[in-house]
Nanobody, 115 residues
Framework: QVQLVESGGGLVHPGGSLRLSCAAS????????IVWFRQAPGKEREGVAQITKRGTTFYEDAVKGRFTISRDNLQNTVTLQMNNLKPEDTAVYYCNARISGSDYWGQGTQVTVSA
């Protein structure tokens, strides 16, 4: 069964860093594009970073230069390194994989950036 499990969220001060992990099971994540999304209360869900099956990366403008998405193929995980965090980054972060036309989501991990 396809599963995605996010971890690494927490509470940090502005300017701090967090490393989120998306652990995949039931499929080999390196053969699919993985997208990190986030959703804050009262706001629409937005994609923030993507890594394609070829390893090409894309970033939403608001996080460009601060976030880095990468793969560890041996561990079947995708990481989102988040630096210089801002209060506007506060959200639940989800990883997503589209497999055979269906979207799969993890349960999400909470990121809170507050002074």
């Amino acid at each position: 069964q396809v599963q995605l499990v996010e971890s690494g969220g927490g509470l940090v001060h502005p300017g701090g860093s967090l490393r989120l992990s998306c652990a995949a099971s039931g499929f080999t994540s390196e053969t699919y594009a993985i997208v990190w999304f986030r959703q804050a209360p009262g706001k629409e869900r937005e994609g923030v970073a993507q890594i394609t099956k070829r390893g090409t990366t894309f970033y939403e403008d608001a996080v460009k230069g601060r976030f880095t998405i990468s793969r560890d193929n041996l561990q079947n995980t995708v990481t989102l390194q988040m630096n210089n965090l801002k209060p506007e980054d506060t959200a639940v972060y989800y990883c997503n994989a589209r497999i055979s036309g269906s979207d799969y989501w993890g349960q999400g991990t909470q990121v809170t950036v507050s002074a």
